[in-house]
């Protein structure tokens, strides 16, 4: 099946500093990767859309110059969050659609805590 | 855009029992509901899904049930075991011909020995 490689699973690093979050498909073209925000005992929640070799769509509310998305080539995403702090500290998952409607396949996640 | 309404936010059974988790949507036109599954500190895994052609679906002890009157979809666990509890999603797209998804607040199930 589908399988997305989410690199590193948990980082800290120090306030003021970026984080580049990697994602890969392994097995499959993704034409559109998913960037999920996760805080503790909550839901899911959308920050980011990205479509290989175009500009990624921000939602609302979600700084597109402090979370910069690149998505170069069909099998990797990357989330660089730029001058973190500690409220940017979350679980942060890719999800990429493998093609069919809805074909989602999330990555395994990354743990950030800026200290 | 859709809302994605989940009840209750936790539900504790005894092993061997059924749970049931409810969601309701607002968008009539939503057309796929997928149920995601999570254990603490890993990734959403999708367990079941249903399209809007078709009432119920089941897979062994999980099943999905959909009501597209009350635009309201469940999803039912029976005879639960210990390695069922986890946090569990229900989500519907947030448009027509959108593949983005609107997911739930999540359930916190646990099941008791």
């Known amino acids: 099946g589908a399988v997305v490689s989410q690199h590193p699973s948990w980082v800290i690093c120090k306030s003021g500093t970026s984080v580049k979050i990697e994602c890969r498909s392994l097995?499959?073209?993704?034409?559109?990767m998913f960037w999920y925000r996760q805080f503790p005992k909550q839901s899911l929640m959308l920050m980011a859309t990205s479509n290989e070799g175009s500009k990624a769509t921000y939602e609302q509310g979600v700084e597109k110059d402090k979370f910069l998305i690149n998505h170069a080539s069909l099998t990797l995403s990357t989330l660089t969050v730029t001058s973190a702090h500690p409220e940017d500290s979350s679980f942060y998952i890719c999800?990429?659609?493998?093609?069919?409607?809805?074909?989602?396949?999330f990555g395994s996640g990354t743990r950030l805590t800026v200290v | 855009g859709e809302n994605v309404e989940q009840h209750p936010s936790t539900l504790s059974v005894q092993e061997g029992d059924s749970a049931v988790i409810k969601c309701t949507y607002s968008d009539s036109a939503s057309n796929y509901f997928p149920w995601y599954k999570q254990e603490l500190g890993k990734r959403p895994q999708l367990i079941i899904d249903i399209r809007s052609n078709v009432g119920e679906k089941k897979d062994q002890r999980i099943a999905v049930t959909l009501n597209k009157t009350a635009k309201h979809f469940s999803l039912h666990i029976t005879e639960t075991q210990p390695e069922d509890s986890a946090v569990y999603f229900c989500a519907a797209p947030r448009a027509a011909n959108d593949y983005k998804l609107s997911f739930g607040a999540g359930t916190t199930v646990t099941v008791r020995a």
């Open positions: 097995d499959f073209q993704a034409t559109t």
């Open positions: 999800s990429a659609r493998a093609g069919t409607n809805y074909g989602y396949t």
